[in-house]
Nanobody, 120 residues
Framework: QVQLVESGGGLVQAGGSLRLSCTAS????????MNWYRQAPGKQRELVAA???????NYKDSVKGRFTISRDNAKNTAYLQMNSLKPEDTAVYYCNAEIRTLLTISYVFWGQGTQVTVSS
């Protein structure tokens, strides 16, 4: 059974920083893209940042220059370093990954989410 577990959320003042982690566990052959999404109350879930297996990254415009996504393939872990946080970054943050459960078959898995609250 493959699982994604996030950690690192919390309450921080505007201008502060948080680092989220997402670790995949279970039996699988490898991980393709790993992504961070977020969902604020009353809003749709949106893609915040993505990183491919070779380290290519992509960001939502509003977080460029403030957030950095990275991954440690040996640890099956992705990170989201969030700096200069703003109240509008408040949301539940979800990790998402495309994981090869068989040599040629991949599935998308989601973590349970971690709350990030930025106070003004």
């Amino acid at each position: 059974q493959v699982q994604l577990v996030e950690s690192g959320g919390g309450l921080v003042q505007a201008g502060g920083s948080l680092r989220l982690s997402c670790t995949a566990s279970g039996n699988f052959f490898g991980i393709n893209t790993m992504n961070w999404y977020r969902q604020a109350p009353g809003k749709q879930r949106e893609l915040v940042a993505a990183i491919t297996s070779d380290g290519t990254t992509n960001y939502k415009d509003s977080v460029k220059g403030r957030f950095t996504i990275s991954r440690d393939n040996a640890k099956n872990t992705a990170y989201l370093q969030m700096n200069s946080l703003k109240p509008e970054d408040t949301a539940v943050y979800y990790c998402n990954a495309e994981i090869r459960t068989l040599l040629t078959i991949s599935y998308v898995f989601w973590g349970q989410g971690t709350q990030v609250t930025v106070s003004s």
